[in-house]
C-alpha cells in the first residue's frame, strides 16, 4: 500500500472510531429534559400554544438534546406556584408573567406591565437597550431564577361588565378578576379585587364569585367564553398595554448550560417574543369582529372622566413601588426614566402616524 493511501485509510478509521466512541454515548448522556410548568390550560390559544411553541424551539434547535416538556396549569403544581416550583427546582422553568409573583417583590410587575406603563414595543427597547435586563436579572436572581423575554401580548382589554360603567360610581364594590399593580389601582376607586388564574374565571363569573372580569384579549375572551355571561366589553386596557411574559430558568439549570445552550435558549425565546406579538395582534381583530357581530357584545371606550381617574391612581400605586426596597426604586427610577423618553418619541412617531392615517381619505381602491 502507498503511504499516502495508507495515512488516508488511516485518518478515515480514526475518525470512524472516534465517532463510534463518543457520537452516539455523548448524545445520551448529554441529553436532558426539562420541566417547563405554566399557569396556562393545556393548549390553550395563544398562552399555552405559545409555552408549547417555546418548548418545540429549544427542543428542535438542540436536535432534542434539551428536551423540554411542558406542564399545564395542575399537571405538576398549582397554576399560581410556578414561581415557586422553578426557584425551588420542582421545575426547570416557567412561562408566565412575572407580575404574578409581585406579592414576592412589587418589582416584578415592572416586567410583565403596570398601568399607563410601556406598549410592547418600548418594554422590548426598556429591557434590551434600557438597562431593563440587568435590573429584572438582579431581581430574579435573588429568588434563583434567571428571567428571559419570551411572549407579549400586545395591548390588552379592560374588562367583562354586566353592566355598562358610566361613572366610577359604577365600579365600587364589583367583585372584579385583576392582577398586577393594575388591581392594586382598582382597589384605591372602591372595587373589591380577586386574583384567579385564567382557568377559573369562567366559573367563578357564571357562579357569581365575582361580577366582572379581564383576561387578555377578544382572541383570548372569546375561547374562554366570557360573552356568554357579560355582554359590556371595555376598552382600553389601561392597565395593560403591552404585557410581556417570562420564560424563568432555574439558575443552577441555567448555569449547567454551555455559553451555545444559554445562546440557543435567548434566540429561542426571542424569536416567540416576536412571533407571539403578531399572533396576538394577527388574531384579536378577527375575534372582536366575531364577538360584536355573532354574539351581540357591546363595545364600549371608558370615558376620558374614567381614564383620568385610572391615570391619576395608577401614577399613585406605581410611584408607591419605590418604597418598598432600594431594588425596586432602581427599577422605578430606571422605568419612568426611559417611559418619559419613550412617550415624546412614541408621540411623534407612532402617534402621529396613526392620527394621519385615521384622516378621511381614499386609499382602499
Known amino acids: 500500500m502507498k503511504r499516502r493511501d495508507f495515512i488516508r485509510t488511516t485518518a478515515a478509521g480514526s475518525v470512524a472510531a472516534g465517532a463510534a ?38 427542543t428542535a434547535a438542540s436536535d432534542g438534546r434539551l428536551d423540554v416538556q411542558v406542564y399545564a396549569a395542575g399537571e405538576l403544581v398549582p397554576a399560581l406556584e410556578s414561581f415557586e416550583a422553578v426557584s425551588g427546582g420542582t421545575a426547570d422553568m416557567y412561562h408566565a408573567p412575572d407580575y404574578y409573583w409581585q406579592g414576592k417583590s412589587s418589582g416584578f410587575a415592572f416586567f410583565t406591565t403596570v398601568p399607563f406603563g410601556f406598549t410592547p414595543q418600548e418594554m422590548h427597547a426598556w429591557l434590551h437597550h434600557g438597562g431593563g435586563q440587568a435590573l429584572w436579572d438582579e431581581l430574579s436572581g435573588q429568588y434563583n431564577v434567571k428571567p428571559i423575554l419570551c411572549c407579549n401580548t400586545g395591548a390588552q382589554m379592560a374588562g367583562w361588565f354586566r353592566q355598562p360603567v358610566e ?5 365600587k364594590g364589583l367583585k372584579f378578576r385583576t392582577p398586577g399593580l393594575g388591581g392594586e389601582v382598582m382597589r384605591q376607586l372602591g372595587v373589591n379585587v380577586v386574583t384567579l388564574p385564567g382557568g377559573e374565571i369562567f366559573t367563578s363569573l357564571q357562579s357569581g364569585a365575582i361580577d ?19 355582554k359590556h366589553y371595555y376598552y382600553p386596557g389601561y392597565q395593560e398595554p403591552g404585557p410581556a411574559l417570562t420564560c424563568g430558568i432555574n439558575r443552577s439549570v441555567w448555569d449547567s448550560l454551555s455559553d451555545s445552550d444559554q445562546a440557543l435558549v435567548e ?38 372622566e374614567i381614564l383620568k381617574a385610572f391615570g391619576e391612581a395608577s401614577g399613585d400605586v406605581v410611584a408607591s413601588t419605590a418604597n418598598e426596597s432600594e431594588l425596586t426604586k432602581r427599577i422605578y427610577e430606571s422605568y419612568m426614566d426611559f417611559r418619559r423618553k419613550m412617550i415624546r418619541w412614541s408621540n411623534i412617531a407612532n402617534r402621529g402616524f396613526l392620527n394621519a392615517r385615521a384622516l378621511n381619505f381614499q386609499y382602499d381602491q
Open 21 to 58: 466512541a463518543f457520537s452516539a454515548p455523548a448524545i445520551a448522556q448529554d441529553k436532558r429534559t426539562l420541566r417547563m410548568v405554566t399557569p396556562w390550560p393545556k393548549n390553550f390559544p395563544g398562552l399555552g400554544t405559545g409555552a408549547q411553541r417555546l418548548a418545540n424551539r429549544i
Open 167 to 171: 361613572s366610577l360610581e359604577d365600579l
Open 212 to 230: 366582572a372580569a379581564e383576561w387578555v384579549g377578544p382572541w383570548n375572551d372569546l375561547a374562554f367564553g366570557f360573552h356568554q355571561i357579560a
Open 267 to 304: 434566540a429561542a425565546c426571542l424569536a416567540e417574543a416576536n412571533y407571539s406579538l403578531a399572533e396576538f395582534d394577527a388574531n384579536n381583530g378577527d375575534a372582536l369582529d366575531t364577538l360584536i357581530n355573532e354574539h351581540g357584545v357591546q363595545l364600549h371606550k371608558f370615558s376620558d
